[in-house]
C-alpha cells in the first residue's frame, strides 16, 4: 500500500515498516496493542474499539491501527518512543521496534529491552494463554437453560460479614444496606489509595455465585488491554492445583502455568524477586481449597506472600468462601486492603433468567413452585443453582415426577443426570432408580469417586485436582461425566491433564453420599467433629438429607443451621429425635423466608417447648419465664428491636404455627407498634395469654390496647416497660384494665409517671375483678400514689403487690400501709431494694399485727432498717400468726435473734435473712 510521506521522522520511520507492521501484528494481540496505544493517549477509543472488532479482518485493523498511530506522531513526534515502548511490551514485536528506531537514526537501547525481556516475555505468553483458553471445563457445563449471559455484580464491604450462607434473606439493595455494603466495580477493585496500590483485596461468594468465572473474566479482560494495565503481569494461581500449593520458591510459582520452561519461569522470578514483585499481580483462585492448615506452613512461598512477608511491592487479588475468609483474616487481617462480595442475580435478573427458559404458562407454573419451596427460590440468585433448579424442574416435569423441594433432592437429581448423560451411549434404555441400582463395574467406579470426594475435601491424602496417573491409583479410570478436564493453562493443550470435579459442590455431595454408606458410628462421629466448623456445614446438610440415621444432639440452643438441617431430613420421627421433649430456645435474627419455613416444619413437627427470640444476648431475664405453668405445645417468642420488614416476615408464617403462642416479649419502634397491633387484630393470636412491650408513645398504647381488648380475650398479663404516661395517654390503659374480665397481671417496668398520671391508673383497678397481682419496678412513685393505692387495695381483688426499686422512704410505706391494715385481701407484699427505715419498719409491723390475710413480706434491700427495725418486725410475729414467711436484710441481723429462736423454735422456719431478693424470677416478667 503507497502512502505518502509525513513531514515528522517518527512518523516516517513507521511509514517505511507499514507492511511489515501490518502482515506481523497476530489477531490475539490487536485487542492488546489498541488497548495500550488508547491508553497512552496515541489512538481513539473510536480506533481502539475498531480495533478490537472481530468482525473486520485481522489486516484491514491492523491497517487502520498503524495509520492512526503514524497519524498522532505526525502531530506529536515527542510521542515516538511511548510508542515504541508499547510494541516492546509484547516481546515478540520488540525486533519491529528496534527496526523502527534504526529508521528514525537512532541507535537501539539494548540493555534496555534485556532488562525487561523475562517479564515481558512471561507475560505476553500469558495473554496468549488467557485469550487463546477457554473456562477449563469439557462437555456442556455448567447446564444452562438460555444462551443469555448475566453479569455478575461485586460489592464493597465496609467490615466484614461472613456468613456463608447459601440463602439470601432480602433484595440486593436491602442484603447491602443491611450489611453496610456499597457497590463497586470489576475496574475499581485495585485503586491507588495514597499512591500505593493495595496489598490483599479479598473477593468472597457462596457456592455456585461466580467466583471461577469472575477470576477468569479478570485475566481474560486484562489479556485483552481493558483493566489493570498498570500490572505488567496477571498471574492466575488456582488453589486446588497441587504444584501450587506445594510451591516453595517464586521460580516454582511461575512454572505452574508454564512448566515447559523452567528458564523463563527461573529469569522471571528473579526480576520479580529483584522488583520485590512491583508491577505484579497474583491472583489467588479458591483460598477455601486451600487447606487452612497450610496457613500455619512457614515454609509455603504463598503464606509468605500473602502476609507481606515476600514482595512487598506485589498485590495479591484472592476468591473465596467466606468461611476461608474468616480464617484469613486471624492470619493475614494487617495486609487486607479491601473486602468485596460477589452478588450474583438480583430479582430482576432472576425473572430475565427464568423468562428466557419458558414460555408464558410454564413460567407462571415455575413461579408458583419455587414460591412453595421457599429454600430452592432462595437460592435462585446464585447462577450455578439457577441453571440446575430450572433445568431439573423441565427434566421432572417432562417425565411426570415428583419436582424435588430441598437441596438434597436437588443434587441428587443433579447426579443421577450426570451419570445418566454419561450411560447414555452405551446404555441408551437404561433407567436409574436409585444410585445404589447402577450396574457393575459402574457402581464399583461411582464408590470410588465418592470415596475420592472424600478423602480430597476433608483433606486427608488425595488432592482436589489430579493427573491421570493419580487418577489410575485409586481406580478412577472413567469419571462417569462427574469430572471436568483441564491443561493447566498450558497453550500445547493435552499435556499433562488434570481431574477435577465439575463443582465444590457437587464434590460435597459425592463425599456426603460416601460418609452416609458407612457406620452410623463413624457418621455420628464425623457430625460431632465437625458441626461447629462452617467448611463442613454444607456436606453435614447432605448427609442429613441422604441419610438422616446422625442424631444431632442439640443442647437446647439452635440457630438457622440447625433447624435447616433438620428440614433436610423430610423425616418428623428425625426431628422429634434429635429435639427432645425438653425446652428449645432459637434466635429469629437475621431470618431468611426459609429459615422461617424450617422452622415451621421443626416446630409442628416437635414433642418440645419452643422459646423464639430475636438476638437473645440481650433478653437474659426474660429466659426465666415458668414454663410449666402452661400444658401442651407451647411457644414463647421475644423480639428484640422489631423492624417493620422483621415482624411482616415473622408473622407471614402458617397461621396455625401462632395457635399456640402464649407469649409475646416486643421491643421495637412506632411503625413496628402499629404493624404489630394491625397483626393482633387480624386473629393470628388469639391465644396470647402474656405480652410484654417495650417504649410505647401515646399513639401506640392506644393501637396496642385496642387491638388486645378486641383480639387477645385470654390475655393474662400485660407488662409495659420503659413507657412515659401522662393524664391523657393512661386513659386507654385505664379502660382496657376497667373492661377485661380475664387480666390478672399488670406489670409496670421502668415507666414514667407525669403529675398524677399513676394516680389515675390506681384508680381503675378496684373496677377490675379479675386483677390479682401488680408489679411497679424501677418507676417514680410518691406518697399521694401510695396513699391512693392503699385505698385501692381495700376495694380490689389485688393480693399480690410488688413494689421494688421504687425508692419508697419512710413516708411513702406510712401511706402504703394505712390500707393494709386488716382491711385488704393482699397475701404477699414485696418492697425489695426501697430506702425503708426503721420508722418504716415500724409502721410495717403496726400494719402485720392487724393484717391476718398476709402470708409473706419481703424487705430484703432495705438496709436503712438496722437491726431495730428488723427485730420490730420480727416481734410482729409473736400477734400474726398467719404470716409464713418474712424476708430480712442480710446485714439487719439482730445479735439477739439467735436466743429469740431459742425461746420460740415455731418461729424459726418464718424468718429468713438475704442478701439478694429472693423473689426476682417470680416477679420479674410474670
Known sequence: MAIEEYSTLGANAFRKHYDKLVKSIQEPDLPVLGAKFFSRQIISQETMEMVGNVATSRTVRGSKLILAVMAHLEVHPDKFEVALDVFREELVYTELADLIKQSYGLSTDSTRVQATTALSKYASYLRKVYLRSK??????????????????????????????????????????????????????????????????????????IGKSTFAWKICRKWAKGKIYQKYK?????????????????????????????????????????????????????????????????????????????????????????????????????????????????????????????????????????????????????????????????????????????????????????????????????????????????????????????????????????????EAAMYGCFDSLGLMQSSANLSIDTGTTVTHSFLHFTIQEFLAAYHLSKEPEQVRALFVEVHQQDPQFEVLIKFLIGLSNGVVLWMAGVLNSTHVQWLYESQSPKYVCKCLGNGVVLYDLKDQTQFDLHALTYCICHSNCKWKLAVDMSKLTT?????????????????????????????????????????????????CSYSILADLIQGGIMAQLKILCVYELNSANILEITNAVETSCRHLTNLTLCSTTFDPSNILPLCAYISSRTKLSALVLFENSFARNSLQILISAIPCSKSLTTLQVTNCNVSAPDMEMLSVALSNSSVHT?????????????????????????????SLYENCIGKEGAVALSTAVIENISLKTLNVVGNEAIGTEGAMTLINALEYNTSLETLYLPASCEPIEYQSFLMKDIRKSNRVSFHESDPDYMTSMYM
Request: hydrophobic share 40%; with cysteine.
Open 135 to 208: 473456562l477449563p471445563a469439557r462437555g456442556k457445563w455448567p447446564p444452562s437453560p438460555c444462551k443469555k449471559i448475566i453479569k455478575l455484580a461485586a460489592i464493597e464491604k465496609k467490615e466484614l460479614i461472613a456468613t456463608g450462607k447459601l440463602i439470601r434473606p432480602e433484595s440486593v439493595d436491602e442484603y447491602m444496606m443491611n450489611n453496610s455494603m456499597m457497590p463497586i466495580s470489576m475496574e475499581d477493585l485495585l485503586l491507588e489509595k495514597n499512591t500505593s496500590p493495595p496489598k490483599l483485596v479479598v473477593v468472597q461468594g457462596v457456592p455456585g
Open 622 to 670: 426474660v429466659v426465666s419465664i415458668d414454663n410449666e405453668r402452661y400444658t401442651g405445645k407451647m411457644l414463647q417468642l421475644l423480639i428484640h428491636r422489631a423492624s417493620s420488614f422483621g415482624l411482616k416476615l415473622l408473622f407471614s408464617l402458617p397461621k396455625q404455627l401462632f395457635s399456640s403462642l402464649y407469649y409475646l416479649w416486643v421491643q421495637g419502634n412506632d
Open 233 to 469: 503481569v496477571v498471574v492466575l494461581l488456582r488453589m486446588r492445583d497441587t504444584r501450587v500449593r506445594e510451591a516453595r520458591t517464586l521460580s516454582d510459582v511461575f512454572g505452574c502455568l508454564n512448566p515447559h520452561d523452567k528458564e523463563l519461569a527461573e529469569s522471571t522470578a528473579n526480576e520479580v524477586a529483584k522488583n520485590g514483585g512491583k508491577g505484579v499481580l497474583f491472583l489467588f483462585e479458591g483460598l477455601d481449597e486451600f487447606p487452612s492448615t497450610l496457613l500455619q506452613d512457614e515454609q509455603s512461598l504463598l503464606v509468605e506472600i500473602l502476609q507481606g512477608l515476600s514482595l512487598p511491592e506485589v498485590t495479591v487479588l484472592l476468591t473465596s468462601r467466606p468461611w476461608a475468609v474468616q480464617k484469613l483474616v486471624e492470619s493475614c487481617g494487617e495486609q487486607i486492603s479491601l473486602i468485596v462480595e460477589i452478588l450474583g442475580f438480583t430479582k430482576e435478573d432472576i425473572m430475565r433468567y427464568i423468562s428466557y427458559a419458558f414460555d408464558d404458562e410454564e413460567k407462571a407454573e415455575f413461579l408458583g413452585y419455587l414460591h412453595s419451596h421457599p429454600q430452592l427460590e432462595s437460592i435462585m440468585h446464585i447462577p450455578l443453582n439457577a441453571a440446575f433448579v430450572v433445568q431439573i424442574y423441565k427434566q421432572f416435569k417432562r417425565s411426570q415426577q415428583v419436582v424435588p423441594h430441598t437441596l438434597t433432592q436437588l443434587y441428587t437429581a443433579l447426579v443421577k443426570g450426570l451419570l445418566l448423560r454419561h450411560l447414555k451411549s452405551s446404555m441408551p434404555d437404561f433407567q436409574l432408580i436409585t444410585m445404589d441400582s447402577l450396574p457393575e463395574p459402574i457402581k464399583s467406579q461411582f464408590q470410588q469417586l465418592c470415596q475420592l470426594a472424600f478423602m480430597s475435601f476433608t483433606k486427608l491424602t488425595v488432592p482436589v485436582t489430579f493427573t491421570d496417573s
Open 801 to 829: 403487690l410488688y413494689i421494688t426499686i421504687c425508692s419508697l422512704n419512710n413516708d411513702t410505706v406510712e401511706a402504703l400501709v394505712c390500707g393494709l391494715e386488716n382491711k385488704s385481701k393482699l397475701r404477699k407484699l
